[in-house]
């Protein structure tokens, strides 16, 4: 008998990787990693997951060899994974055998947090924070608690050029350690108002020297960034870029207000060797533009020519924000994935929160058996 998404359980070639279907491990911050180093919980974390049949895993976000990389931010976040030192790709690369024991694909998500790390923070509290002009944006609709907004309001220096030139490298040497390590390609966080989108944003980018100016402008970190992991690695090595429209500091902002300034700001991106766009939208139903109903990954995959991949209230009643603090329940709108599936709207699907309530998500979505129930519970653990 057939599965209305047998579709979504096709095989799909990402350069040389091939991922036994369309379902995605969507990067969670999960913090269980004391001084950067993740342990045995972690691994068997990850490959609970691959055993269950997910096409391939990106972990959680990542820091790259910068100090600044990691702190607290708007989630209080701490024992984040790093991707440097002996310790923390030791434990890796452990990581790393258990997926691929278990039959799956793993990428690691490289992250710096950017103007949304607090000072005085992270491994490295003596360090500044990394802002493109030195403010974090706009205030007013940052949904954090107000000590937070208060403190980041105070505006700080601007990266310099050979600041920006030493996160460059930091990722270069992160992309570097993970290809080593053997992991199936990279992961790169250019959302959600973190360092690389920063600079994408004009809110936070106000730069009038090369790596600032109109949306296309502004977009030349992001490329430089992903052309020195392409560098770092090999030219078939699979490279996944996130971007996303809506900020931590401003759920409702956006960097391109139509598919001619996404087209701008993408172009050099892609250019620079992405190999799929990560379109994060806090539901992938919404449209991203006036006069369509095609979704963000929609406008990547018709903009760039690259394959896509969409997430955003996947088997859930609300979007990750809403469901911390309403009531949030399983649906199964998986009818809805397959549709827009089907006019080719994006080549694969991320699911968070739903792979972090239940290991089996994919395997149950074959069968159509009940998936476990959101819990916030969840979060606190390695489920």
Not at 22 to 30: K, Q, S
Not at 159 to 178: C, H, V
Request: net charge negative.
């Amino acid at each position: 008998m057939s599965n209305a998404i047998d579709p979504l359980l096709t095989p799909f070639a990402l350069g040389k990787l091939k991922l036994r279907n369309r379902f995605v491990m969507a990067p969670m911050t999960r913090g269980h990693s004391p001084d950067g180093i993740p342990g045995e919980n972690v691994a068997a974390y990850y490959r609970r997951r691959a055993e269950a049949d997910v096409g391939l895993v990106i972990t959680e976000g990542i820091g790259i060899d910068h100090p600044a990389a990691i702190g607290s931010g708007s989630m209080g976040e701490s024992n984040i994974p790093l991707l440097h030192g002996d310790a923390a790709l030791e434990g890796w690369r452990h990581v790393v055998d258990e997926v691929h024991q278990a039959g799956g694909l793993i990428m690691p998500q490289l992250w710096h947090m950017g103007v949304i790390r607090m000072a005085g923070t992270g491994y490295h509290p003596e360090v500044p924070s990394a802002r493109p002009s030195g403010v974090w944006g706009p205030t007013e609709k940052g949904m954090m608690p107000p000590e937070y907004l208060a403190e980041m309001a105070k505006p700080t220096a601007p990266l310099t050029d050979s600041e920006i030139g030493d996160i460059i490298a930091g990722y270069a040497r992160s992309a570097s350690n993970a290809y080593k390590l053997g992991f199936d390609g990279i992961a790169i966080h250019g959302a959600h108002g973190y360092l690389i989108d920063s600079f994408l944003w004009w809110a936070t980018n106000q730069r009038t020297d090369k790596w600032g100016g109109d949306i296309a402008r502004r977009a030349t970190f992001a490329a430089e960034v992903v052309r020195a992991v392409r560098a770092a690695t090999s030219p078939d090595f699979p490279i996944i870029f996130r971007f996303s429209q809506w900020k931590l500091q401003d759920y409702s902002s956006f960097n391109a207000a139509n598919p001619a300034e996404l087209e701008a700001m993408l172009g050099p991106i892609s250019d620079a060797g992405v190999d799929l766009f990560d379109a994060s939208t806090r539901i992938f139903s919404t449209p991203a533009f006036d006069g369509s109903d095609m979704g963000l990954a929609g406008w990547a995959k018709k903009i760039t020519g690259k394959p896509s991949m969409m997430v955003g209230g996947v088997g859930l009643s609300r979007d990750l924000q809403s469901s911390f603090a309403q009531e949030t329940h399983v649906v199964n709108n998986l009818d809805l994935v397959e549709e827009r599936f089907a006019r080719g709207e994006f080549d694969l699907v991320a699911i968070g929160r739903g792979l972090l309530m239940d290991p089996q998500w994919v395997r149950k979505a074959k069968t159509g058996e009940a998936f476990n129930p959101f819990s916030l519970a969840a979060y606190a653990t390695l489920n």
